[in-house]
């Protein structure tokens, strides 16, 4: 009986298996011997003397025959009406994709080489061939929504996507807190017995910076544990160094701050009524 089971499925289900590790060097070793062997040789001598046609006379696109206006608005119709949004990973094991598709682009500044999640649907299309990327980069960032799981995930991102992304993204959300700050601390002795919530202190001065660089961000939707700042007194709230880096902020049209527990709007809070209204305000 054929299997159900796509080879994507198959890639993530075990892209960070122990086994797989385990047999790898093992599937290496094969393959050094096979490209050693004289079979290997014969084959590769056959290949030489007829190459597949395909190679070396690959059918040109249709798409970049006609006038870049015309490519730039089917772009726009593809990805606009795709209604894309890119979740990014939540750990090596996040079924959107391996936390390395991300940041595998990170010592490229530009971003152009930056690899999406490939269930991401919009991958296709970057993958046809070099100058279709070029053009359709930009606006991927433009008309995409991007959701990070918390502060670490969005400095990676933000950092991976390079001049490119940063200088065309649009419509961001992220959950305000530091994962690797809650994991850290939980791990001190006396934590638990003098547990207070707080506003995150890890990465947020990397994120406001990176945040900074977005200059065409026009939508940031945080998700903010209210018990982390709800007994803090207006003055202590603007000290704080997670609110000082969203105040820098001065080019979002609008901005919606939810509770972290049911996603509802935080309206009813003076702090954050405060802050949005700071936020507004520099839009202008």
């Not at 880096?245 to 049209?253: A, G, K, P, V």
Request: overall charge neutral; glycine content about 4%; charged content about 20%.
């Amino acid at each position: 009986m054929r299997s159900t089971h796509s080879w994507s499925s198959l890639r993530y289900s075990y892209e960070d298996s122990p086994l797989l590790h385990a047999i790898l060097p093992i599937y290496l070793d094969l393959g050094r011997r096979y490209c050693a062997s004289d079979r290997s040789k014969r084959w590769i001598l056959q290949l030489q003397r007829n190459p597949p046609t395909s190679t070396l006379n690959p059918a040109p696109s249709r798409l970049l025959n006609l006038p870049p206006e015309l490519r730039g608005l089917i772009y726009h119709f593809t990805l606009d009406t795709a209604d894309v949004t890119v979740r990014l990973p939540l750990t090596k094991n996040s079924k959107q994709g391996s936390l390395s598709s991300i940041v595998q682009g990170i010592g490229d500044p530009s971003g152009f080489f930056m690899r999406f999640p490939t269930r991401v649907p919009i991958q296709p299309l970057l993958l046809l061939n070099k100058q279709i990327r070029t053009e359709a980069l930009p606006i991927v960032f433009q008309t995409a929504h991007f959701e990070a799981h918390d502060i670490d995930s969005l400095v990676i991102f933000l950092l991976s996507i390079g001049e490119i992304g940063r200088s065309n993204i649009r419509s961001i959300s992220c959950a305000w807190e530091s994962e690797s700050e809650m994991e850290a601390l939980w791990h001190l002795e006396g934590f638990l017995d003098n547990f207070c919530p707080r506003l995150p202190k890890w990465n947020v001065t990397k994120a406001g910076c990176l945040l900074r660089q977005c200059q065409k961000l026009r939508y940031l939707c945080l998700t903010i544990d209210e018990n982390g700042f709800c007994y803090l007194s207006l003055d202590a709230f603007k000290a704080d160094s997670s609110v000082t880096e969203l105040r820098s902020l001065h080019h979002i049209d609008e901005i919606e701050i939810l509770d972290i527990l049911d996603s509802q709007p935080l309206e009813h809070n003076d702090l954050i009524k405060w802050l949005k209204t700071e936020l507004q305000n520099n839009a202008k």
